[in-house]
């Protein structure tokens, strides 16, 4: 069964950095599309990066120019990279998956693979 292991998270000052990585594991389908997720209490989990099966990436609005999402395909590891984090991106982050149709270069509708989360605190 596929298994998303999120790391990384935790405290840092506005303006810093974090690093969060997610392991996956028992794909039984190659090159999935990719998602960093992120929620506040109360509120609805808010898409903030895709990587696709063939590389290419979005970003919401809200982390654009601030937030790089990459995947080692070797080691089947996700990552977020965060600069010049604000307090309002304190949130629970998580990372989740699906199935890319290489045919049309789109991602199915559902997401039916979460991680756990991990935290992150921004403070001003």
């Known amino acids: 069964q596929v298994r998303l292991v999120e790391s990384g998270g935790g405290s840092v000052q506005a303006g810093g950095s974090l690093t969060l990585s997610c392991e996956a594991s028992g794909f039984t389908f190659s090159s999935p599309c990719m998602y960093w997720y992120r929620q506040l209490p109360g509120n609805e989990r808010e898409k903030i990066a895709t990587i696709y099966g063939n590389l290419n990436t979005d970003y919401a609005r809200s982390v654009e120019g601030r937030f790089t999402i990459s995947k080692d395909t070797v080691q089947d590891t996700l990552y977020l990279y965060m600069n010049s984090l604000r307090p309002e991106d304190t949130a629970m982050y998580f990372c989740?998956?699906?199935?890319?149709?290489?045919?049309?270069?789109?991602?199915?509708?559902?997401?039916?693979?979460w991680g756990q989360g991990t935290q992150v605190t921004v403070s001003s």
């Open positions: 989740a998956a699906n199935k890319f149709y290489y045919g049309r270069a789109i991602c199915s509708l559902d997401v039916p693979y």
